[in-house]
């Protein structure tokens, strides 16, 4: 088989793996936002503890919807984005929001506008920061992210007043509001209402049980948020193209698909998730660390910008050669 007819096959292989992978969580969301509360809470609130495992396929729901944001989930972008749209209106926020975002913290990663755990001890004490921090990391961002469906039917001239205030050196909030209104206004109005029109009709079905579905999300909220910064924690600043490829089981790495190989996926934004394996053994690449390490050590909290670990190699000094003593 020719080169050309080999990579044919791979892609054919691909598009087929991710119809089904979308089928199965949108399977999975109608189960949890319709089939649960319409005929199965009704005869037993048992039933209600599937929403347990569903909370746990939080993480390779996002990846999926991750792919769709790179655009390597369909290799028709029209059903590529069809496909991100529904999967984002699944998880509550509208897929215009999360690419622009997502695009954004890969060009700013690790400089002033985006590092979420560091912070200039000259001008801001540990615990001014501290707060804001630990709320991000217990479930914050998701919530800030679903908040924004609010702005759904706020007129133009109303995100750009906004973008302008919220605009700083110290953060991408201006520029993806910006972004947004500049070119996906249209269709953040029409999937923020899909996502009220969705859970708010969830929600009413779930009935006196609705608390159920709202510890799910709640579960949702803690696993994104808890994870987001995970990958980038304590590394070094003015570095956008650097991340942590975390540690798991290889079962568990397909189970994410292969989100764990984080720095593989930063060098290589345009790979889709079944071939940064390959990029990672290809380029002798590492693991930094154990995904659960990972993600636990962030609760040190806000890390100073003067910190050895985080300060960019441009300004370390070099350790003093022995042999030279």
């Not at 920061?129 to 908040?147: K, M, Q, T």
């Not at 994104?224 to 070094?236: E, F, K, P, Q």
Request: glycine share 8%; with cysteine.
């Amino acid at each position: 088989m020719s080169s050309r007819a080999s990579a044919a096959a791979r892609g054919s292989d691909h598009t087929v793996t991710s119809l089904v992978l979308v089928a199965t969580a949108l399977g999975v969301l109608f189960l949890q936002l319709a089939v649960l509360p319409l005929w199965l809470l009704p005869s037993n609130a048992a039933w209600g503890w599937l929403l347990a495992p569903a909370a746990l396929l939080t993480t390779p729901y996002w990846s999926l919807l991750h792919e769709a944001i790179h655009g390597t989930l369909l290799t028709r972008r029209t059903w590529n984005n069809r496909c991100g749209r529904a999967l984002a209106v699944g998880y509550g926020a509208p897929f215009a929001l999360l690419k622009t975002g997502h695009l954004l913290h890969h060009r700013y990663s690790r400089t002033r506008r985006e590092r979420t755990e560091v912070y200039e001890p000259a001008t801001t004490r540990w615990a001014a920061v501290a707060p804001a921090y630990y709320l991000r990391l217990a479930g914050g961002l998701y919530l800030a992210e679903v908040a924004t469906v609010l702005l759904a039917a706020a007129p133009a001239r109303a995100w750009r007043h906004l973008a302008r205030r919220l605009d700083s050196p110290d953060t991408v909030t201006g520029l993806l509001l910006d972004g947004v209104r500049r070119r996906h206004l249209r269709q953040f109005r029409v999937d923020g209402f899909a996502v009220v029109l969705v859970h708010g009709a969830a929600g009413l079905a779930y009935g006196r049980h609705v608390w159920m579905l709202g510890a799910a999300f709640a579960a949702r909220a803690v696993l994104i948020s808890v994870a987001d910064n995970a990958y980038h924690y304590g590394t070094r600043l003015e570095a956008s193209l650097e991340a942590m490829n975390l540690r798991l089981p290889r079962a568990l790495e397909t189970f994410v698909l292969a989100f764990n190989l984080h720095g593989v996926h930063h060098r290589h934004p345009g790979l889709p998730w079944h071939e940064l394996r390959r990029a990672f053994t290809a380029d002798g690449d590492r693991f930094h660390l154990g995904w659960f390490a990972a993600v636990g050590r962030q609760v040190r909290g806000p890390i100073p910008a003067t910190a050895p670990e985080v300060e960019p190699a441009a300004t370390r000094v070099a350790p003093a050669d022995p042999s030279r003593r």
